[in-house]
């Protein structure tokens, strides 16, 4: 098995998602000792901005092409997603610029859109200081979950798994509590698949 782990939160050793991905990670491996892992830390070395390349030799492309391939090859896919400004962080979206690439992971036909990367399991660590759940008033505000499934989707992976830490800025205790109850969700998501 192949996990691709990947962070993206600005926040260094900080980080609420990176602590997350890194638990996911470490029960993924208890549950599949011989799982390779991959690891992209997408704060410590960022992606350019997506740009049009027309020679193939390009860093840039080439770049962009070890990215996808990294992607392609991966049968998990462990995603750290802090919310920022609503959505997710730049650096995560530099990231799915260079995944959801037609005719690689998507291709349009007459019948609409056609994902073609399904056939993984992505689990998404969320972060994000406030609430965002189904009945918040925060709800209307949610652009980073609901985006990542419709970007996931688009590509043929209709069951994206999210491990959610809100309400982080509320202060250490609640900080404490939400991390607790993301890594009981963790062990329970890993548990369950085995
Ligand atoms: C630039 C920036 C923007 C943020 N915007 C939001 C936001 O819109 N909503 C929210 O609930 N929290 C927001 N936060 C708080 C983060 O979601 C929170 O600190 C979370 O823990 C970040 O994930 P991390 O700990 O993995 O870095 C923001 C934080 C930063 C640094």
Redesign the pocket.
Known sequence: MKILHI?????GT???????TADIVAELKRAAPDAVVDYHDLAAQPLAHWTPVADAADPAAVLGNKVLEDFLGADVVVV????????I?SQLKAWLDRVLVAGKTFRYTANGPEGLAGGKRVIV?S??????GKDSA?AA?DF?EPYLRAAFAFIGIGEVEFVR?????VGDEH?STALKSAQDAIHTLVAEAA
């Open positions: 962070d993206s939160s600005a926040l900080y980080s609420v998602s990176r602590q997350l750290g997603a802090p919310m920022y400004n609503f959505t962080s660590a972060s994000r200081g406030g609430f965002y925060g505000m980073q830490a809100e309400g982080l800025a900080k």
